[in-house]
C-alpha cells in the first residue's frame, strides 16, 4: 500500500514480550516508511502478570477468546515453563521499581523502536 502512494501513519500489530514477531522485519519497515507501531496484547491476555506467577497451566481456565489467542501465542513462544521462568525474572524488577509485572511488560513494549504508544484493554 506504502508503494502505491497510500499514506500510513501506524500499524497496529500485536507485540508484547511473549509475541515479538514485529521485531523481526516490521518495524525496520515502519521507521524506513515513517509508520509507527501501534501495539495491542501487551501484557498477552493477563498473562504478563503476578496473577498466573506459580500457576500451574491445569489451574488455568481458557475461557475466553482472549485467552484462547494468548495461550496459543504462548505455546509457540515456549509454553507455560517458558512463561514461568520469564515471570519469576520480571517479579524482581517489578518489585525493585514498586510496580507491576504487567507495568513491566507494557514499559518492555513502550521502549521498542516505533512505538509511541500502546493498547491496552480493560478486563
Known amino acids: 500500500m506504502v508503494n502505491k502512494g497510500a499514506n500510513m501513519v501506524s ?4 507485540y508484547s514480550l511473549l ?3 514485529p521485531a523481526n522485519r516490521m518495524v525496520q519497515y ?14 498477552a491476555g493477563g498473562f504478563l502478570s503476578s496473577k498466573y506467577l506459580g500457576t500451574s497451566a ?3 481456565a481458557v475461557n475466553t477468546y482472549s485467552k484462547g489467542k494468548y495461550a496459543s501465542v504462548l505455546g509457540q513462544a ?11 525474572v520480571l517479579q524482581p524488577l517489578a518489585d525493585k521499581h514498586n ?3 504487567s507495568n513491566i511488560a ?9 512505538v509511541p504508544a500502546l493498547i491496552l484493554g480493560a478486563r
Do not use: F
Open 78 to 88: 515456549g509454553g507455560w515453563h517458558w512463561l514461568q521462568q520469564l515471570l519469576q
Open 106 to 114: 507494557s514499559r518492555w513494549v513502550l521502549q521498542q523502536a516505533a
Open 58 to 60: 491445569r489451574d488455568v
Open 99 to 101: 510496580t507491576s509485572i
Open 11 to 14: 500499524n497496529q500489530v500485536q
Open 30 to 43: 515502519c521507521q524506513a516508511h515513517g509508520i509507527s507501531v501501534l501495539p495491542y496484547g501487551v501484557v
Open 19 to 21: 509475541d515479538r514477531r
